[in-house]
């Protein structure tokens, strides 16, 4: 077996001893380490969750007190456009993407590694793995960071809503 699933020809052949356990160490290093971004992601969504909360809240209660008399003069429209674009950030937070990678089907495992012929060992397999499940973090590395943003962007945006409306209510 191959660095890339292949077979033991060409450059990228390495043989594994049968009895190396290092390769289970590392197999084990990469699934903690994408359990780990996975309860990331889901904290982040949480938390999320709980500003969307907040937007809410904050701009029902807000916006009742500014819009009393019916004039909505430009903090108040300022204030609701916040409202939008916080709203919106949240939910690309909390919204299901279908980007993650936190496992591989065992399927993929019994075609890919145990019925395929060459190097079919056991560390082979882990040590196939592990680069795989490293290569998954990565990827979703770039996703978190992304969703990150977005979560502090709607943060953001909330406090200056509640600014706005603030404004918006001395004015009035």
């Not at 049968?18 to 949480?46: F, I, S």
């Not at 819009?67 to 939008?84: H, R």
């Not at 590694?113 to 082979?124: C, H």
Request: glycine letters at 6%; a neutral charge; proline letters at 3%.
């Amino acid at each position: 077996m191959t660095v890339d699933g292949g077979s033991d020809s060409g450059p990228l052949a390495r043989k594994f001893d049968p009895d190396d356990t290092r390769y289970e160490l590392a197999l084990d290093e990469a699934r903690a380490r994408l359990d780990y971004q996975r309860e990331a992601v889901n904290g982040l969504r949480t938390r999320a969750a709980a500003l969307l909360t907040a937007i809410n809240i904050s701009t029902s209660f807000l916006a009742g007190l500014a819009i009393v008399d019916k004039s909505l003069g430009p903090y108040t429209w300022v204030a609701v456009g916040l409202f939008v674009g916080s709203l919106v950030a949240c939910l690309l937070v909390i919204w299901p993407w279908e980007v993650w990678q936190f496992h591989i089907s065992g399927n993929h495992i019994i075609k890919r590694w145990i019925d395929a012929e060459g190097n079919n060992s056991l560390p082979a397999l882990q040590y196939s793995l592990a680069n795989m499940y490293h290569r998954h973090y990565n990827d979703n590395k770039k996703y978190l960071k992304r969703l990150a943003i977005c979560f502090q962007i709607s943060a953001t945006m909330l406090a200056l809503e509640i600014v706005g409306w603030l404004v918006a209510l001395l004015i009035i």
